[in-house]
C-alpha cells in the first residue's frame, strides 16, 4: 500500500512537532472561547518566562475554583471564634410525630 502524500506531510509534522516538546490535542468549547484558547496554547507553546508565569497564574486560578474536601472544616477553623471557649449545645429531642 502507497503512502499519499497527505499522509507523509501529516507524519513528517507530528514528527516535528514531537522534536520540539509539543503535542497536539483538541479540546471542547464554545466558538466565543476560540481565539482566548488558541492565543493561550500560543503563548504556552513558547515555552519562555511569560509561558511559566501564565502557566502558574492558570494554576492558581483554577486550584482555588476547585472545592477541596473539608473545605467547611477548614473555614470554621479560620474563624476568629477558635479558642474562645465558646461552646455549642443542642438539645437532643425524640423528634416529632408525622401521619402518614
Known amino acids: 500500500m502507497t503512502d499519499t502524500a497527505q499522509a507523509r506531510a501529516l507524519r513528517t509534522y507530528r514528527r516535528r512537532l514531537q522534536q520540539r516538546g509539543l503535542t497536539r ?30 502557566r502558574a497564574t492558570v494554576s492558581r486560578t483554577l486550584v482555588a475554583g476547585e472545592s477541596a474536601r473539608g473545605g467547611i472544616f477548614a473555614a470554621l477553623r479560620r ?11 443542642r438539645d437532643v429531642t425524640s423528634g416529632r410525630k408525622v401521619d402518614l
Not at 26 to 38: F, S
Not at 83 to 89: A, N, Q, R, T, Y
Request: net charge positive.
Open 25 to 54: 490535542f483538541e479540546v471542547l468549547g464554545l466558538a466565543a472561547d476560540r481565539k482566548l484558547i488558541r492565543s493561550l496554547a500560543k503563548r504556552l507553546a513558547e515555552n519562555g518566562t511569560g509561558a511559566a508565569e501564565l
Open 79 to 89: 474563624s476568629p471564634l477558635v479558642g474562645s471557649g465558646v461552646e455549642f449545645k
